[in-house]
């Protein structure tokens, strides 16, 4: 009987546990839908940035921000070298990203991305990243891609 006891009342105990339930960053007040599901760590990225936007009223503004920053990207070898080199740490890829995006008046949704690139060792994946949330606004618009090929009639 005293085995009993000893495992009623230590049943007791843990039911009396508090349970800890994990929190969200952001209240899930404003559902978002997603207009396209994307595969792999550019669509979880984008997808993640897609919902950060939405619920802050700027998907436009951030898309015009990526494709400012995917020009300088392209244009700047430096840049590139710079988000592609495994050598530098990461809270010095994070520091060199908050220099990048300081002279462009950049939006906290941008800046706050950018910042979880960084400290997630994921800099490497960025014009990947830009071009999967192109593709949500695309569709988040209802556009849907074209590729015309025509022949030149006439010699």
Request: glycine share 4%; net charge positive; aromatic share 8%.
């Amino acid at each position: 009987m005293t085995s009993f006891t000893s495992f009623s009342l230590a049943k007791r105990a843990l039911i009396s546990v508090p349970k800890f339930v994990r929190g969200y960053a952001t209240p899930t007040s404003k559902i978002v839908k997603i207009p396209l599901t994307l595969y792999g760590i550019e669509g979880r990225y984008s997808t993640a940035l897609f919902t950060a936007a939405s619920k802050k009223n700027n998907l436009e503004h951030v898309e015009t921000e990526l494709k400012k920053v995917k020009s300088v990207i392209e244009k700047d070898p430096n840049i590139r070298s710079f988000l592609e080199d495994p050598s530098l740490s990461r809270q010095k890829k994070k520091d060199g990203v908050h220099q990048l995006l300081k002279d462009g008046n950049y939006c906290d949704t941008t800046k706050n991305f950018f910042t979880v690139l960084a400290e997630n060792g994921r800099l490497t994946e960025t014009i990947k990243i830009i071009n999967a949330y192109q593709s949500l606004m695309t569709a988040n618009r209802n556009e849907i891609p074209v590729t015309i090929i025509s022949a030149k009639v006439g010699f």
